[in-house]
C-alpha cells in the first residue's frame, strides 16, 4: 500500500504478504502534537473518525501532546456514517479547548461545520487536521458563501521533502490531477512490485514477497 497509515498494520498477521510505503501515524501523531503545542496551546480536544486510522492517529497525537504538558480535554470517536454531529460538537464545546484536532476523511467537512457554527472556528481556537482532511479545495467544501472562515487551520502529512521535480513531472504527465497526496509513495509502492517480480521472475506472490 502507499497510503496505509494506521499503526495497527504494522504488526498485522499478514504473513509476510504485506507491505507499505507511507509512513505509520505513529509518526504523524508526534509531529502533528508538536506542531500544536509550537502554537501554545495546552488544552485540546481530539475528535477522529472511528476505525483503525482514526483510533490509531488519535491516540498517537493525545500520548504525545501529554508527553509535552498538554492537557487533553476530550479525546473523543465518532461513527463517520452518522447522519448529523451535533452530539460532537457539543462534546467538544464542552470541554472547552484552546485547540481542536479533527481526524476525518470526507465525513470531516460536516464536523468542521458544526464546530464553526457553534463558535470553535479557526477564528476563535486552533483547528487541526491530518491527511484525511488535505485538500486545496477543503474551504470551499466546508463553507462554499465564505471558503476564507477556515483560514488558519493547519494540518500535517506525510510527504517527501525533496519531491518538487517528482510533483512537476507528475502534474506535466497527469494534468488533470487534482490530489497528489500519496503520490510519491504510491509511484514508489508501484515501482517497488514491479522490481520484485522482475528479479523473481514471476508474478506468483508467495515468491515476490520474499
Known amino acids: 500500500s ?6 495497527t498494520f504494522t504488526d498485522y498477521g499478514d504473513r509476510g504478504y504485506y507491505f507499505r510505503t507511507a509512513p505509520s501515524d505513529a ?5 502533528l502534537a508538536e506542531t500544536i503545542i509550537a502554537d501554545g496551546h495546552s488544552r485540546i480536544a481530539v475528535v477522529a473518525r472511528a476505525d483503525d486510522y482514526g483510533v490509531g492517529l488519535a491516540g498517537a497525537t493525545a500520548r504525545s501532546l501529554q508527553e509535552a504538558g ?3 480535554a476530550l479525546n473523543e470517536t465518532y461513527d463517520p456514517n452518522a447522519q448529523n454531529f451535533d452530539a460532537l460538537v ?3 464545546r464542552g470541554a472547552q479547548p484552546d485547540a481542536v484536532v479533527v ?6 467537512t460536516r464536523v468542521l461545520q458544526g464546530l464553526i457554527e457553534a463558535g470553535l472556528g479557526p477564528s476563535s481556537v486552533g483547528v487541526y487536521g491530518a491527511d484525511g482532511l ?3 479545495n477543503l474551504p470551499e467544501l466546508v463553507a462554499p458563501a465564505n471558503p476564507a472562515v477556515l483560514a488558519g487551520m493547519k494540518g500535517t ?6 519531491n518538487e521535480q517528482f510533483l512537476t513531472g507528475l502534474r506535466q504527465f497527469a494534468p488533470d490531477l487534482t490530489e497528489v497526496q500519496f503520490a510519491p509513495q504510491v509511484f514508489d509502492c508501484v515501482n517497488i512490485i514491479a522490481l520484485a517480480a522482475e528479479s ?3 508474478d506468483d506472490p508467495t515468491v515476490v514477497k520474499d
Open 2 to 7: 502507499g497510503s496505509n497509515t494506521a499503526p
Open 27 to 31: 509518526l504523524q501523531g508526534p509531529v
Open 70 to 72: 498538554a492537557t487533553v
Open 90 to 92: 457539543q462534546q467538544v
Open 103 to 108: 481526524i476525518a476523511f470526507e465525513e470531516g
Open 134 to 136: 488535505r485538500s486545496e
Open 157 to 162: 502529512a506525510p510527504a517527501s521533502a525533496t
Open 200 to 202: 523473481a521472475g514471476t
